[in-house]
């Protein structure tokens, strides 16, 4: 009889007992996550939810009700019905016996291991393991430690051979740098024959071993776990925005840990964001102002310095016009931060000479913004995924993974560019092509598919507007003509056109820097119809041009360009912005830093934040831009644009700061002051309140960079949609503008018809 009161298991899920807890979990789970699930601790080694089980360990060994032997819970997957107990007896004993042999050479070197005080080996041993050994031969001991690269040490006689960091770079980095030499006891972690251990990824392995096998040289005995403080952040070296633990002691940061964020980094770091950061524990960073005496920078006062950069402005403002004015910052810098710096300029000062550096076009997507449509994590459903002109591994490394995992599991990789990527060994077809022959290749492969397709009219009346003429300059184009302009063969251009006719979502990223950012530019113009044809600005699809540095996309957002203000909005039209500052803004586009670095721009003050832009050839002097006679520098060295400055102030770093930051797929994340800035070094906000006070009436009167933020998301609509508190919580990406029409249809899928 049925009961009932009880309700049924929702489809496509088995239900299983494990220590007589009923449990249901979907099908094809594996039995160490659905008693992770039930909160029941089955112990492992080898097993890793990002890699496949291999079953080494034998750590995790349960009894299974009806099977003769125990069996491994990290390679079984549940039936229904199915009655585990991870608790008895003969279980038990399986894990004792499996820790004595795995502790039987191990080295008693815990207090000496730089694992210690965070070592699965260590706090399993004391949860499930014997409290005394019953061997008694002396332990193996062999050289130690073997640098395998300047940043990963291996201590040999620790190793249990779980072989997480060897499959980490077969199946995640797939980059097989690692191997296992010799058999049986002799078995060892080894640099592959002929290779060195150069992975971009290789720090991951340092975190993935269970036993202090593998630890970081920079790190290796400068403190204890126990000793450091953690505080959560994002990295700061690359658009992806990966969010890591800043762990620091007496002030200096000591390690960068990956904190796992899975839509974002799916627990992964780049070797080049989990190892710079000694520059933040510098002797030779900024410790306070310095003002121009003559010939020389001597140490100023804050209120010295501050004074001597607003009357410099103001006096080539009552001079010259405030279009004799400009500021250019980087955008690694904050959103709170960029904000204040483009009020200071357009609010206080009057002028659109804002700029970040460096800069690639602007470009006015289909949906009106310059943002990425999709998200990281829509890469891994996607089953057909082109790249146009992209290295990720080399500008954004962790995205790199998402998209050899999404090959992984069977989506079909497009690669088109001028130079070889490590992504061309995953791709279905690999082409390589000159950046000034891309629209042809483009436009070619819109015109097969929508003929092919029979959706010729549909396509038209869905297209977005804008770029007329530069389709009409594409109109027509086929693989022919795409074979003359770019050299392939064109069954090679047919081929990989009608492979992204596939089913399902379709991701395309592309190299910005490619695109010129006019309304007559071929290369966006054949990209948008191609991600409007193939179903890439689909809800479910991947569509935009990748940016580079950390901010680069907020910087976008708030409008740190000379054309462009904040919330994507242009200069001169109606926007309310000056009702929000309570001033009214100059009409006038301004210039960026190429008309300034070029000359004959007319600015004659130059304000660069955290840039260093003047840096000249070895052996040369450092020289400003052409008619800039005051030029005031805010950075942590004394760079070569420092040197040649009237007016220096001292930054402060990413570990020292607070705000947000937004990554290339919109996702605003909130980092946190980890360390104490050096000497009198202030929170770059501060700075740009303070200057604002000395040169506005009102507005600037910001407490904190919450204060900021409240201004800046009553100012940005996209923003203000966002919760902050749920910033410091994996972030949240800002909502694109609902879309003209519907885009709900694609090559291959059902006649092309909406």
């Known amino acids: 009889m049925v009961d009932a009161t009880k309700p049924a298991a929702p489809p496509d899920t088995v239900t299983l007992t494990i220590n007589g807890q009923q449990v249901t979990v979907p099908k094809g789970t ?165 290779r060195t251990f150069d992975s971009p990824f290789s720090g991951n392995t340092i975190e993935l071993c269970p036993v202090g096998a593998l630890t970081s040289i920079p790190f290796r005995f400068r403190a204890r776990p126990w000793d450091l403080t953690k505080v959560p952040s994002v990295c700061n070296e690359c658009a992806v925005g990966c969010n890591i633990n800043v762990e620091y002691r007496n002030n200096q940061v000591l390690r960068l840990t990956a904190r796992a964020n899975p839509p974002v980094d799916d627990g992964w770091l780049c070797d080049y964001g989990r190892f710079t950061y000694d520059y933040v524990n510098s002797t030779e960073r900024l410790r306070q102002p310095l003002i121009r005496r003559g010939t020389q920078l001597v140490p100023a006062t804050w209120d010295e310095a501050l004074d001597a950069v607003a009357a410099g402005f103001r006096r080539i403002r009552d001079e010259a016009g405030a279009d004799a004015l400009a500021g250019v910052i980087s955008p690694r810098a904050t959103n709170e931060e960029l ?13 659109n000479n804002v700029d970040h550096w460096p800069r690639i076009p602007a470009l006015d997507g289909p949906f009106g913004v310059d943002a990425l449509h999709g998200s990281i994590e829509a890469l891994e459903r996607a089953r057909t995924i082109l790249l146009v002109g992209v290295n990720p591994i080399a500008e954004q490394p962790v995205l790199d993974l998402r998209l050899k995992k999404a090959a992984n599991r069977g989506a079909r990789l497009i690669v088109v560019g001028p130079e070889e990527t490590d992504l061309d060994i995953h791709a279905a077809h690999a082409l390589r092509v000159a950046p000034a022959a891309l629209p042809d290749l483009l436009a070619a492969w819109t015109g097969l598919l929508a003929s092919e397709g029979g959706y010729d009219q549909v396509f038209v009346a869905h297209r977005t507007t804008g770029f007329e003429a530069a389709r009409a300059a594409l109109a027509g ?51 948008t119809d191609l991600a409007l044809l193939t179903g890439a600005l689909d809800e479910d699809g991947v569509f935009g041009g990748l940016v580079h540095e950390s901010n680069a996309q907020g910087a976008l957002d708030l409008g740190i360009l000379p054309d462009r203000l904040p919330g994507h909005r242009f200069v001169g039209t109606p926007n309310g912005l000056g009702e929000t500052w309570h001033t009214a803004l100059p009409a006038r586009p301004g210039r960026g830093w190429r008309e300034i670095a070029g000359g004959r721009s007319g600015v004659r003050a130059l304000y660069v934040a955290g840039i260093d832009p003047l840096a000249p050839p070895a052996g040369e002097a450092p020289a400003r831009p052409e008619g800039v006679d005051f030029l005031v520098v805010q950075d942590l060295f004394l760079t070569a644009t420092a040197r040649a400055a009237d007016v220096v102030l001292p930054a402060v770093s990413w570990a020292e700061k607070d705000g947000t930051l937004t990554n290339l797929e919109r996702r605003v994340q909130r980092i946190r002051p980890a360390v104490r800035p050096p000497g009198e070094a202030r929170p770059d906000w501060r700075v740009y309140r303070d200057l604002g006070r000395r040169l506005a009436e009102s507005g600037f009167g910001f407490s904190s960079p919450l204060a900021v933020w409240q201004e800046l998301a009553a100012a940005v609509p996209a923003y203000g949609a966002l919760a902050y508190g749920a910033l410091a919580r994996g972030g949240r990406q800002w909502p694109l503008p609902e879309h003209a029409g519907p885009f709900a249809f694609a090559a291959g899928r059902g006649g092309g018809a909406a």
């Open 477 to 527: 184009n086929t693989p022919v003509q795409a074979a003359a302009a770019t050299g392939l063969a064109e069954g090679v251009i047919a081929a990989a056109g009608r492979a992204l006719a596939g089913d399902g979502p379709v991701a395309i990223l592309y190299r910005r820097d490619y695109a010129t950012g006019r309304p007559d530019d071929p290369y966006l113009a054949a990209l």
């Open 30 to 194: 594996l039995l160490v996550e659905a008693a992770k699930a039930a909160g029941i601790d089955i112990p492992v080694f080898c097993y890793e939810p990002r890699m496949a089980p291999v079953g080494a360990c034998r750590m995790c060994l349960v009894q299974i009700e009806r099977m003769p032997k125990l069996q491994t819970a990290c390679t079984t997957p549940v039936a229904d019905g199915m009655v585990v107990n991870t608790v008895s007896e003969q279980a038990r004993d399986a894990q004792r016996d499996v820790l004595a042999f795995l502790l039987s050479n191990h080295p008693l070197d815990c207090p000496v291991c730089d694992k210690g005080g965070e070592c699965p080996l260590q706090d399993t041993t004391f949860n499930f393991g014997p409290g005394v050994s019953n061997f008694y031969e002396p332990k193996r001991q062999f050289v130690k430690p073997i640098p395998l690269s300047p940043l990963i040490a291996l201590d040999r006689e620790r190793c249990i051979m779980c072989y997480r960091c060897v499959r980490f770079q077969r199946e995640i980095a797939c980059d097989e740098a690692l191997t296992v030499i010799d058999r049986g006891s002799y078995s060892e972690i080894a640099v592959s024959e002929g």
């Open 339 to 351: 904000y204040l710096f483009g009020k200071l300029f357009r609010g206080a000062l009057g002028t």
